[in-house]
T-cell receptor
Framework: GAVVSQHPSWVICKSGTSVKIECRSL??????MFWYRQFPKQSLMLMAT?????????EQGVEKDKFLINHASLTLSTLTVTSAHPEDSSFYIC?????????????FGDGTRLSIL | QQPVQSPQAVILREGEDAVINCSSSKALYSVHWYRQKHGEAPVFLMILLKGGEQKGHEKISASFNEKKQQSSLYLTASQLSYSGTYFC???????????FGKGTRLSVIA
C-alpha cells in the first residue's frame, strides 16, 4: 500500500527557533500534498495544499510567512515553522494523494509532535 | 465547510454494532473514512464516491447517500481493536482537499 513518511516524529525546541518537517511519499508520486494541524482531542484542520513546482495554497487564517511550504519534487514536501513560539506547539500531519483527483485516498504520515518551550 | 459527525462518542461492548453518521450542507463529490488511535496518524478505511454506493470489508462497511449528502459507517460485531476516533473527510470536487469532521470517539470494552 501507499506509504507516506514524515520526519521528525518529535521536536522540542526553544522559542524563536525555526523547525523543518519533511513529508515523503515512498512508493508513489504525489503532485499534491496536504498539511494539517491537530490539537488534542480535536479534528484535523487543513493548513495548506502543497503543489509540486508551484506555490502552496494556504487556508484562511494561516500565515504564509510563518508556515513556509516547499514542494520541490514529486515525492517531497517540507513545512518550515519559522520563529516558532509556544502557541505553535501542536501535532502536524502531512498527507499525500496517490492520484491527482479526489477519488483517490489521502494517505497520512505518522505526524510530528512539535513542542516549543 | 466542515461536515457534521454524530454521535460525538459511543461506548460498545465487544460484539455490539455501531453506526457513525457524517453529513454535509454542501453537495459532496466523495466521502473518506479514517480511524485514528491516540497519538497516531489517521489510517484510511474506505472512500465512497458520488453516485451513491456502499462499500465494505470484513465487518466495517459504509454507505453514501448523495441526495441527502450523508454517509454512514457501519461497524458490526465490534472488536477491541476498533477503538479509536473515526473521522469522515469530505470533498466537494475532484480537486479539493479533504475537510474533516470533528470525529466520533469509539470505545470498545470487553
Amino acid at each position: 500500500g501507499a506509504v507516506v513518511s514524515q520526519h521528525p516524529s518529535w521536536v522540542i525546541c526553544k522559542s524563536g527557533t525555526s523547525v523543518k518537517i519533511e513529508c515523503r511519499s515512498l512508493d508513489f508520486q504525489a503532485t499534491t500534498m496536504f498539511w494539517y494541524r491537530q490539537f488534542p482531542k480535536q479534528s484535523l484542520m487543513l493548513m495548506a495544499t502543497s503543489n509540486e513546482g508551484s506555490k502552496a495554497t494556504y487556508e484562511q487564517g494561516v500565515e504564509k510567512d510563518k508556515f513556509l511550504i516547499n514542494h520541490a519534487s514529486l515525492t517531497l514536501s517540507t513545512l518550515t515553522v519559522t520563529s516558532a513560539h509556544p502557541e505553535d506547539s501542536s501535532f502536524y500531519i502531512c498527507s499525500a494523494r496517490e492520484g491527482g483527483t479526489g477519488n483517490q485516498p489521502q494517505h497520512f504520515g505518522d505526524g510530528t509532535r512539535l513542542s516549543i518551550l | 465547510q466542515q461536515p457534521v459527525q454524530s454521535p460525538q462518542a459511543v461506548i460498545l461492548r465487544e460484539g455490539e454494532d455501531a453506526v457513525i453518521n457524517c453529513s454535509s450542507s454542501k453537495a459532496l463529490y466523495s466521502v473518506h473514512w479514517y480511524r485514528q488511535k491516540h497519538g497516531e496518524a489517521p489510517v484510511f478505511l474506505m472512500i465512497l464516491l458520488k453516485g451513491g454506493e456502499q462499500k465494505g470489508h470484513e465487518k466495517i462497511s459504509a454507505s453514501f447517500n448523495e441526495k441527502k449528502q450523508q454517509s454512514s459507517l457501519y461497524l458490526t460485531a465490534s472488536q477491541l481493536s476498533y477503538s479509536g476516533t473515526y473521522f469522515c473527510g469530505t470533498a466537494n470536487s475532484g480537486n479539493t482537499p479533504l475537510v474533516f469532521g470533528k470525529g466520533t470517539r469509539l470505545s470498545v470494552i470487553a
